[in-house]
């Protein structure tokens, strides 16, 4: 009797302590997150371009010749939205095309909206609103990460726009884990937890560092840049409706019916995305190849920006003579 009082009694003070934990924990996130966003969209930008979608500013940059090939940057679910791609634009540019880079909405320098307005559609159309009033058509989208999404659903619904993809360890949606969705469910605990991972919390270096193939790459600097798009206000509220906002995708189910060559890349050291995974849903559409990048993980167009850079520019020539 006594070793099972014991057992007892020491379930409920692991129990109390977790409990203990779990609230000093949501209270530290809560208060930390409401002190932590202290910048607006333009504080830090002398020269910065937005567009007003659906009353919204929405950032992006346009490089290079305007009469080049154009091709079209998307990125994935990360703070720094387009600034992600800053090992590539320079290279592209050199080589006489024009690219334009956005930011979706809730990311980067783009608008941060409380409202559940994040689906993959939704972004689709944002960033189909965007090349419209830029006059682009039968671009090379880029998408990474679950930019891929956006750019796959927007090729889908409006064409017009795309002349051919490249997808960098695409993603169709945001993966679950048992452990995040249970805290999501609990709005105080929702909102600390999602500072520390994805809101400029100890987390998102955490989850930066393991989606690198070298971690080396990850250094204070590098963290810092990505973090400066965490202090924008409304941050915090927008990453909170992003997880609440509705699924609404045709993915994968319509890739069936994709009209334009489609280009894969995946990091040999990919542990967010897995061959696997993608060979799931990448032999619906008809024309797609897939190559590896060696020694890369997650962000291949960053851990080898050179061959990635060089492989875009092989695509580009194509496109200029096929």
Not at 96 to 103: E, F, K, T
Request: charged share 20%; hydrophobic share 45%.
């Amino acid at each position: 009797m006594a070793v099972v009082r014991f057992v007892w009694n020491l379930i409920l003070a692991v129990l109390l302590i977790a409990l203990i934990a779990l609230v000093l924990g949501t209270a530290f996130g809560l208060v930390a997150a409401r002190a932590w966003e202290t910048d607006g969209l333009d504080d830090g930008r002398a020269e910065s371009t937005w567009l007003w979608i659906d009353g919204q500013p929405i950032y992006y940059q346009a490089l290079g010749d305007e009469e080049g090939p154009c091709v079209v940057l998307v990125h994935g679910h990360a703070p720094e939205g387009s600034e992600t791609w800053t090992r590539n634009t320079s290279a592209l540019v050199r080589s006489g095309l024009r690219v334009i880079s956005v930011d979706l909405r809730g990311y980067g320098r783009s608008q941060r909206s409380d409202e559940q307005v994040y689906s993959v559609r939704q972004q689709a159309d944002l960033l189909a609103s965007v090349l419209n009033n830029l006059q682009v058509s039968d671009a090379i989208v880029i998408g990474h990460d679950l930019g891929s999404a956006v750019a796959l659903q927007m090729a889908l619904d409006q064409p017009q726009f795309v002349g051919r993809l490249v997808l960098i360890a695409p993603r169709l949606e945001r993966q679950e884990d048992p452990l995040w969705e249970w805290a999501l469910k609990i709005p105080y605990v929702r909102r600390a937890a999602l500072w520390a991972r994805w809101g400029g919390g100890p987390l998102l270096g955490l989850e930066r560092k393991s989606a690198f193939a070298d971690q080396t790459q990850v250094t204070n600097d590098y963290l810092r840049s990505v973090r400066a798009y965490t202090h924008i206000e409304g941050s915090i509220a927008a990453v909170e409706a992003m997880v609440l906002t509705p699924a609404d995708s045709d993915l994968p189910e319509a890739l069936e019916g994709l009209d334009v060559p489609v280009l894969v890349l995946l990091g040999s050291d990919d542990r967010v995305v897995t061959g696997e995974q993608v060979d799931a849903w990448v032999g619906r559409m008809p024309a797609a190849d897939v190559e590896t990048i060696s020694d890369a993980g997650h962000y291949p167009h960053y851990e080898q920006s050179g061959v990635v850079n060089q492989r875009l520019l092989v695509l580009a020539a194509e496109a200029r003579n096929p």
